[in-house]
């Protein structure tokens, strides 16, 4: 007789099963990638949930045109190698007005080079159905949310009025118009999604391991020079530091953090003895108290 | 963050092997307002040592600034996670949280413990497998207590602990623990459950949340946290029947057929002999598909993929099952619901329901009782609203496969959804399928509806009259039956207040009554146009939901919804009757237009107004109308 299933087994089951739930009840479901490592994990289980079959929806990226270089290197070959039908979606008009998170701040550009163009793209392409790679355990407000999120037809989630949802039965019902935002590893922590990493050998970006790379301390935080739009100050000069990346995202935005992890034991190991939380390397979420529950409410992911 | 164990730093690979071999415990916290509950999963993050330095920074300056400890951490800022709450200082949702030991990892649903939001705990309690009910050891065992012990074992969670908290505040006395764990007992005798485990504890202090207490050197048994960790949840599904409902028919091309789901009961290997509930067809199992090979075996609670050896026909929503021991499959059953929406439970309106990936249209019919979640005590009750349980019988229009709920936790479960609103209104647990529903069979009469109608030279039809009060709508009904008469046609109209009169002069006007109404009559104008008769039914009918009922009685075609769209100004204005009158006056509640909804017909099949038509112009265009229908002509019928 087999053992009982380990908690990765079940996770893993648990997710497929949403990710079929949603394949089933939709008529354009989308995957959002955001080539980090959640993502890694939900497109290694999309895989999973439909072999010997490719996913039955394609992958999209909403990019702000500041990603880290290596990011969109990694996300053209895992599409490329996997045989995805990738969207690789920009707000236009962001980028003819020239929004930058050094010129416009960091509110500015995330609103519009990602909130705004994601709903634009999620117009664009009359997608019914977009999976994320959030996780409850990332932040408190996100602890509530349901795996089927019910997006009003401005793309609004409203924290008062959610379906319940018991056992493993999803309400795939919208009006048009409407859609949902589907969560399949709400479940997992991040000690999770490493270990899974680790466990299924899953490719991730290399910005994950240490490596020297040029990077310049401002305001307590390690900013990588990933290429020559950014500004320096006066005495300011790139250092070459042995850093790596604990979450991905605008290279501007995203904070290093000097580290000698260059394997995934050593991620895992560094990580479980260290005194700092995953998103403390996001400059969103400090703006001020409750200020991820009001980019939900607009449409953040 | 740091874990537990010294391999982290020594041998990170032998504690990544370890790792593997975790288990997953799911389980739900239910406590009142003030019980504590909050500070007990803080306190079991921030012992499990899950709290980051920069979280712990904001709680200390949270818990100076809104905290309740008196400027001392207060751990149940840890949680609360909407600004709302936060100011309120209460949880008003189900969150889920997440912490893990070396031996398991573990999900938190954390339910609110005030009273209006029983319908979170169920949410909460229906993927626990342990409950954690708290008591203030101070106040002893509440109404509360025995309303979260109910949903919990209604829910079926076969494991609890009674954490006895606050245990600090009456000086840590074995008596008054075992005076309220005995009452417990008592209690709890009328419940499922298979174990109880009562746990003496402060939360604040953590006197027996990881570390047992000096404090209760007359308590012996485990601490909460070695309790959770150890506990033995039932893995039966395993040993029950093999059922896999199918999610996904996977066919990347012609010589790949899979049928992909979640197993919920049973296991299932190559050579298997499976039926299909829907059809009956039976084949054996050849390959189970995984993207990590073929698997020798499958048990329950595995997303797989099977391939069969015949061609059999399978879609989503067919459950694939053992064939020795197939599941029940009926169209009829009686359920336990909970009712979680705002607007009642309308008995004999027709709602969706989606048990695993099966949908359905449904009706609940009449409840045989509420079961009052405070005292359990069964009470009489035509309705269910928000937060209510009862016992009904669904009637679907389509056989549902399903075990009984209390002898498979992974199947029999189902939510109920409104079909114009979209929203979870409610969710059912079913107790058995009711015989009845193979019992009673149509009885196939010799001279049917086709020809009966023949013989009248006509097609019988339901013309279905629906406005407001004062529309016109009898008025316009009577001229169109008088008209259909002098052409020859047989006819009978159902009048909303005749009816009223005898076969529904046991109803009022409260929503479910007036479901209830339209269905009788609904039914009745079914039996006359089996009859072959054209039947007018004038009825205001001002829900949807229950027009399409009716519709869904009688066959395609034969339904004529007549719109009489006369705006609710000049009804009032004629208000023939004096009833607008009185509405305003408040003297008739429930009245259509003034308290209670009218939702317009977005598809009648034939629209008029006697705002800008004359009743006889009004009239004329429906009879016109019919003609064009074919409902005047004579049906030749198949025989």
Redesign the interface.
């Given at each position: 007789m087999?053992p009982?299933?380990?908690?990765?087994?079940?996770?893993?089951?648990e997710s497929?099963?949403i990710i079929?739930?949603v394949?089933?009840s939709f008529e354009r479901p989308v995957m959002l990638y955001s080539i980090g490592k959640d993502s890694s994990v939900l497109l290694h289980l999309a895989?999973?949930?439909?072999?010997?079959?490719?996913p039955p929806f394609p992958l999209m990226h909403v990019d702000t045109t500041w990603k880290f270089r290596e990011m969109i290197e990694f996300r053209d070959r895992i599409a490329a190698e996997y045989g995805f039908d990738l969207i690789v979606h920009i707000n236009q008009d962001g980028v003819k007005q020239g929004i930058g998170p050094f010129t416009h701040g960091s509110s500015l550009h995330t609103d519009v080079m990602k909130t705004e163009s994601l709903k634009q793209a999620l117009n664009k392409y009359k997608f019914d159905a977009a999976f994320g790679g959030a996780r409850?355990?990332e932040e408190?407000?996100?602890?509530?949310e349901r795996v089927f999120s019910f997006r009003t037809e401005t793309h609004r989630w409203d924290?008062k009025n959610?379906?319940?949802?018991?056992?493993?039965?999803y309400?795939a019902?919208?009006?048009k118009g409407e859609s949902i935002r589907a969560f399949p590893i709400?479940?997992w922590?991040e000690?999770?999604i490493w270990?899974y990493i680790?466990?299924e050998q899953i490719p991730i970006v290399p910005l994950y391991y240490s490596a020297k790379r040029p990077v310049v301390e401002r305001d307590g935080t390690l900013i990588m020079v990933d290429d020559d739009r950014m500004p320096l100050n006066p005495g300011e000069k790139p250092e070459m530091k042995s850093v790596r990346f604990r979450t991905l995202g605008c290279y501007p935005l995203t904070g290093a953090v000097e580290s000698e992890a260059a394997t995934l034991?050593?991620i895992?190991?560094e990580?479980?003895?260290?005194?700092?939380?995953e998103r403390?390397g996001r400059m969103i979420d400090h703006d001020q108290?409750?200020s991820m529950?009001k980019k939900k409410q607009e449409g953040y992911f | 963050?740091?874990?537990q164990s010294d391999l982290?730093?020594d041998d990170?690979?032998g504690?990544?092997k370890a790792?593997?071999?975790?288990?997953?415990l799911r389980f739900i916290t239910c406590g009142s307002v003030d019980d504590g509950k909050s500070t007990l999963i803080g306190r079991l993050l921030w012992d499990s040592k899950l709290i980051?330095?920069?979280?712990l920074a904001a709680l200390e300056s949270d818990s100076r600034k809104v905290g309740t400890q008196g400027g001392e951490i207060d751990f149940a800022l840890l949680?609360?996670?909407?600004?709302a709450e936060?100011e309120q200082g209460i949880t008003i949702?189900?969150?889920?949280?997440?912490f893990?030991t070396d031996k398991?990892?573990f999900?938190v649903a954390?339910t609110p413990g005030h009273e209006q939001y029983t319908?979170?705990m169920?949410?909460g309690a229906?993927?626990a497998d342990v409950a954690v009910i708290l008591i203030d050891a101070r106040k002893g065992i509440l109404t509360q207590t025995r309303r979260h012990s109910f949903i919990t074992s209604l829910l079926g969670i076969k494991h609890v602990v009674l954490a006895v908290n606050k245990m600090d505040l009456i000086d840590y006395d074995q008596s008054k623990f075992d005076a309220i764990v005995a009452e417990y007992q008592e209690f709890a005798k009328q419940l499922k459950y298979s174990s109880i485990t009562a746990i003496p504890l402060s939360a604040l202090r953590g006197d027996n949340m990881v570390e047992a207490s000096a404090n209760t050197p007359w308590y012996s048994g485990p601490t909460l946290l070695a309790h959770l960790e150890n506990v033995q949840v039932e893995?039966d599904a395993?040993e029950k029947p093999f059922r896999l409902p199918v999610?996904?028919v996977?066919?990347?091309n012609l010589d790949?057929r899979?049928f992909?789901?979640?197993i919920s009961s049973g296991r299932v290997k190559p050579g298997d002999e499976i039926t299909v509930t829907a059809s009956g067809q039976t084949s054996k199992v050849k390959e189970i598909?995984?993207?990590?090979g073929n698997l020798d075996?499958a048990?329950a609670?595995?997303?797989i993929?099977l391939t069969l050896e015949d061609e059999i026909d399978i879609s989503?929503g067919d459950v694939i099952a053992e064939a020795e021991a197939k599941p029940d499959f009926a169209d009829q059953f009686e359920a336990r619901i909970i009712w979680?929406h705002e607007d009642h439970l309308l008995p004999g309106r027709p709602y969706?329901i989606?048990?695993?990936?099966q949908v359905a249209n449904a009706q609940i019919s009449a409840l045989k009782y509420k079961v009052n979640v405070n005292t359990l005590e069964h009470e009489p009750g035509k309705t269910l609203e928000l937060n209510e349980v009862g016992i009904a019988n669904v009637s679907a229009d389509k056989a549902l496969a399903f075990d009984p709920y209390d002898e498979n936790r992974h199947s029999g479960?189902?939510?109920i959804?409104d079909r114009y609103t979209?929203?979870?209104v409610g969710?059912g647990m079913v107790n058995h399928s009711l015989r009845r529903a193979t019992n009673i069979k149509w009885q196939e009469m010799d001279i049917n509806k086709g020809a009966r109608a023949y013989q009248k030279g006509q097609k019988s039809a339901v013309l279905w009259f629906t406005g407001l009060s004062g529309a016109g709508k009898s008025t316009v009904a009577n001229l169109v039956e008088k008209k259909l008469h002098a052409l020859g046609k047989h006819t009978y109209t159902l009048d909303g207040d005749n009816v009223r009169h005898g076969l529904n002069k046991d109803l009022g006007f409260t929503d479910a009554d007036r479901v209830e109404n339209i269905r009788r009559v609904g039914e009745t104008a079914k039996l006359f146009v089996d009859a072959g008769v054209i039947t007018l039914v004038s009825f205001i009918s001002p829900f949807k939901s229950e027009r399409q009922l009716a519709r869904s009685l009688v066959e395609d075609g034969e339904f004529i919804e007549v719109f009489i769209d006369t705006p609710l100004e000049v009804c009032e204005q004629r208000d023939v009757k004096g009833l607008y009158k009185k509405a305003r006056a408040g003297e008739i509640a429930n009245f259509t237009g003034i308290d209670s909804p009218y939702e317009r017909p977005e598809n009648a099949e034939i629209v008029v107004s006697t705002a800008d038509q004359s009743a006889e112009e009004a009239a004329e265009i429906i009879v016109s109308k019919l003609e064009e229908f074919g409902v005047l002509g004579a049906w030749f019928p198949e025989i």
């Open positions: 087999q009982n299933l380990t908690h990765l087994r079940q996770l893993e089951a497929i099963h079929r739930e394949a089933a895989r999973k949930a439909f072999y010997p079959a490719p409850r355990d408190k407000a996100r602890a509530k924290p959610q379906r319940p949802e018991l056992w493993d039965i309400n019902r919208i009006n709400s479940n922590t000690l999770d270990q680790y466990l034991p050593d895992i190991q990580m479980l003895l260290t005194r700092s939380s403390q108290a409750g529950e | 963050m740091a874990h982290i730093a990170i690979l504690y990544l790792q593997e071999e975790k288990s997953l980051f330095e920069d979280q949680l609360d996670g909407l600004q936060r949702d189900v969150a889920y949280r997440f893990s398991r990892k999900i954390d319908r979170n169920a949410t229906s993927t893995q395993v999610q996904w996977n066919r990347p790949f899979g992909s789901g979640t598909v995984t993207f990590d075996v048990i609670g595995q997303a993929t989503r979680m969706l989606k048990m695993g990936a479960r189902f939510i959804i979209n929203a979870t969710a």
